[in-house]
């Protein structure tokens, strides 16, 4: 299986009134054909950023890549004028947002909206739109009835409008769809129902995935790999098991200690300091001021994704240490 | 006795559809819910969208009308004071909300944010609100040096913080804490669970958790209230009911919690279907169109409050045999490996759109109706 | 416990007060850079500044204050415009310039006052109907649907002619007939930061009623309030202007920039000079309202910033 998507060293800044933001400080991530992706890490950290890179949807006056690529099945998307980005949104790459009453058009039915973006990239009479419309529908759980093509979105419920977005984003067959944060308007149990699925997509579609969430539980329970974001960097990828079950990078450890799951009050553990101003970010890896293992060269150099076993990558300068002496203690 | 309590109450809100007084629609939001918090304690409200949470809470806060029942503070009912008695009872409760940025007002300061409570019913003023002002603020973690700014200068935990400190400005007895942390990021949410778990040690305080993210609930309640379109359906202390859940709509929402341990799947989309109208509840027990033992006494008659063991209550036609039960916190996931999956409801329901309208605040109505969680604010 | 607070000494006490007020300082900062970026509004706002200073210092500035007040100067009937006299002389001989700067000291005036009447009655009431809602809502939105449903000039021009003429009952007029919009507006913005969490947190915490109007609700309510009303300015200098116009509003010899333009229209085709100055004093100042009103609306819209 190749990959469908290859996210090369990508550097990526916001020009704001304060200043320029330095959003994406180097972001390394790949997704494979069929593999749902799971971005992980907390507001700020450019997991958002990072899927609207991929489909070009930054404003272009206010965001800038200053480096690296974005390859889809080896193809630079953002050599890609805006005009042939629209032929691949949608198509060949969709997305599905948090908030799926303000993805929606109020003033048209569901049935439209689907058809709209059928017709837009296929050349098929309205009958043939229709057919397929519900054929997305299906494939999402929702039923194929008149009522539910008919409806406007304001009358169907929070999951039901989910799965209407997720139903518009497959009904081109991309290969690449991009969740972001599909379930944190959701109760418990339909965020249980939309993870389901995400499964069920990739399982008969044949959909790859990138779900961008902040919820580690959503990552343990639907991706394959995973990759986790702090301060505009990837600072731990590899399969969800092996990272989840062994984190090694300080942020990643950290943030299972915080997690409540499991602890009473009093056990919680916190992280020091708070996240960093990307705006006058610190120097060399991005999170020295919170670690507590921190070094003087933390300060300087910006740690690089060091392989710590298979796929299992971490960028940390002192994991790198110790992976290193490990290896020269097995070679000697 | 508890120390705050509902008993019997009832809420009700009225939309109207049309122009016509036949249009009126009812929205049965609560539906005869009895429990209370006592002292030094937390309980946690549990239910999704259309539980009716909120709208208790808010009764309990005197922010909305029961349509009947009573909400009593030491067994006094509160209903039965009078306007300037019910005032001075709103300093023994008070609210945190859930997203820290839209329950400060944007326009006001820190400093005037936090003395608010002290000069409306603390009659406070001049170097004593000053100092009181300063104190709850060191309280919860803040400085002197964030009094004269705006809220939104600041994270997202630390006006968490602000709101938190202006609850306990006034000594309330019991805090309601609405979904506290859903709005949070990971790290900052252990912070406010900390702190909040040290100002209840630290001041005496109680807690009525309404919530949804049941991780956090399990952290820090004593006893849950798990509640489905307007009843609780089964409540009793936290140890008991996370090991052994006697409700099935308990059981599905504890299966639906995505675990954290990759090597621990959770039963994915357990329970199908969405929360049916609260305009026009089923008939008999309101959860039976989507539980999966469901029997035919089920949807005839509403199942009665009743005790169970464990010291907990359940409101279930289903003998407590027929719920798979686990033997220890390990054992859970491979309880709800045995839960058995419902057909799943019919789509939608008639009226399902305006309660939907409804729990986002659209009523035509001009009383006051809440949002619930399902409200994308 | 330390007490924080630093004793206030005569020294200490600018920094403090400056200190307390600093998030308004900077806010206030931020929205002067903001309003500075529209062009039109700046140069609308100096028009609007020199012709307040010149109608406060009018005696001063006119050079003939009296003709300007209305004393007639019957030796210079209908000169046309001259080193002395640089807008003409009237049909009494009197200096239009001077006739047309107090003209504006009125006209300012009027528009003042009506400004004042309709946020004091408007503002307030439409407060409480959107907080209260229930009955006190339909009664204050029944009045006002009332009243708006008479085209407001036509309403205006029946309350003076059972009134009598003259400006005070022009003002009067006006501030019943322009009331009901304001009393909208604020009621709409009621409504919805009723629901607001700070609001209902408010509530919890026993602040009363039209504490909460007064703190969390009008305040949010002052930016669109005044960019409305900087836009409808315009509106109402040019109602008064009709309504003297048509003799219903100011009398001779009031130097009301209406009356001189209907004064002026039968001379207008020879003795240009008598309307067409009134004429283009009225159309400046609205335009200058205008454009400083829509520089406001970027300023204080709080959906545009941020």
Known sequence: MGDLLEIRDLHLEFVSLRGVVKALDGVNLTVREREILGLVGESGCGKTVTGFAVLGLLPRQQARVTSGEIRFRGENLLAKSDEEMQLIRGKVISMVFQDPLASLNPVFTIGEQITRVIRTHKRVSAKEAREATKRALAATGLPTTDTILDSYPHQLSGGMRQRACMAMAISCGSPLLIADEPTTALDVTIQSQILQLLLDLRRELGVAQILITHNVGVAAQTTDRVAVMYAGTVVEQGRTSDVMKHPRHPYTIALYECLPHGKKAGELATIPGSVPDLIDPPTGCRFHPRCKY????????????????????????????????DQAAVTA | MSLLSVE?????????????????????????????????????????????????????????????????????????????????????????????????????????????????????????????????????????????????????????????????????????????????????????????????????????????????????????????????????????????????????????????????????????????????????????????????????????????????????????????????????????????????????????????????????????????????? | MASSIPAQTSSGFLADWRLRHQARLSETRHSVRIFFKDKLAVVGLAFIVFVVMVAIFAPVVAPYPDQGRGKSNLKERLHPPSAQYP???????????????????????????????????????????????????????????????????ILAMALVAISGPGLRNVAIALVITWWPWYARLVRGISVSLRQRPYVKAARTMGVRSHKIIWSHILPNAVGPVIVQLTLDIGTVILAVAGLSFIGLGAQPPTPDLGLMISEGRLYILSQWWMAVFAGLAIFMLVLAFNFVGDGLRDVLDPRTRR
């Open chain 1, 294 to 325: 921190a070094m003087d060269r933390c300060i300087d150099e910006k740690p690089l994704p060091t392989p710590v076993s298979g796929e299992h990558w971490v960028s940390c300068h002192y994991v790198a240490d110790r992976v290193a002496t």
């Open chain 2, 8 to 377: 019997n109450l009832t809420v009700h809100f009225k939309v109207r559809r049309g122009l016509s007084k036949k249009s009126m629609l009812v929205v049965h939001a609560v539906d005869d819910v009895t429990f209370g918090v006592d002292a030094g304690e937390t309980l946690a409200l549990v239910g999704e969208s259309g539980s009716g949470k909120t709208t208790v809470a808010e009764a309990m806060l005197q922010l909305n009308k029961p349509t009947s029942g009573r909400v009593c503070f030491e067994d006094r009912s509160v209903t039965d004071l009078s306007a300037k008695e019910r005032r001075a009872m709103k300093r023994r409760v008070q609210i945190v909300f859930q997203d820290p940025y839209s329950s400060l007002d944007p326009r006001m300061t820190v400093h005037d944010l936090v003395a608010e409570p002290l000069r409306a019913l603390g009659r406070m003023s001049g170097k004593e609100l000053e100092e009181r002002v300063v104190s709850l603020l060191e309280m919860v973690g803040l400085g002197t040096q964030h009094l004269w700014r705006r809220s939104h200068e600041f994270s997202g935990g630390q006006c968490q913080r602000i709101a938190i400190a202006r609850a306990i400005a006034l000594e309330p007895d019991v805090v309601v804490l609405d979904e506290p942390t859903s709005a949070l990021d990971v790290s900052v949410l252990a912070r406010i669970l900390v702190l909040l778990h040290e100002l209840k040690e630290r001041l005496g305080l109680s807690y009525l958790l309404v919530a949804h993210d049941l991780a956090v609930v399990e952290s820090v309640a004593d006893k849950v209230a798990v509640m489905y379109l307007g009843k609780i359906v089964e409540e009793g202390p936290a140890t008991e009911l996370f090991s052994r859940p006697r409700h099935p709509y308990t059981v599905a929402l504890l299966a639906s919690v995505p675990s954290p341990d990759p090597e621990q799947r959770s039963r994915l989309g357990v329970l199908p279907g969405d929360v049916p109208s609260a305009v026009d509840p089923p008939a008999g027990c309101r959860f039976h169109p989507r539980c999966a033992y469901r029997l035919d006494i089920c949807s005839q008659t509403a199942p009665e409050m009743l005790q169970a063991p464990g010291g907990t209550r359940r409101a279930c036609h289903l003998p407590l045999e027929t719920l798979p039960v686990a033997k220890g916190l390990e054992d859970r996931h491979a309880m709800f490996e045995s839960v058995a999956l419902a057909e799943p409801a019919p789509a939608f329901g008639e009226g399902a759109e305006t309660a939907a309208a409804v729990m986002r605040g659209e009523a035509i109505d001009p009383e006051d109706v809440p949002r619930d969680r399902e409200g994308l604010d």
């Open chain 3, 87 to 153: 807008f003409g002389n009237d049909n009494l001989g009197r200096d239009v310039l001077s006739r047309v700067i107090y003209g504006t000291r009125i006209s300012l005036t009027v528009a003042a006052a009506v400004a004042v009447g309709v946020i004091l009655i408007g503002v307030p009431l439409g407060g409480i109907a959107g907080y209260f809602g229930g009955w006190i809502d339909e009664v204050i939105m029944r009045v006002t649907d009332l009243i708006l449903a008479f085209p407001s000039l």
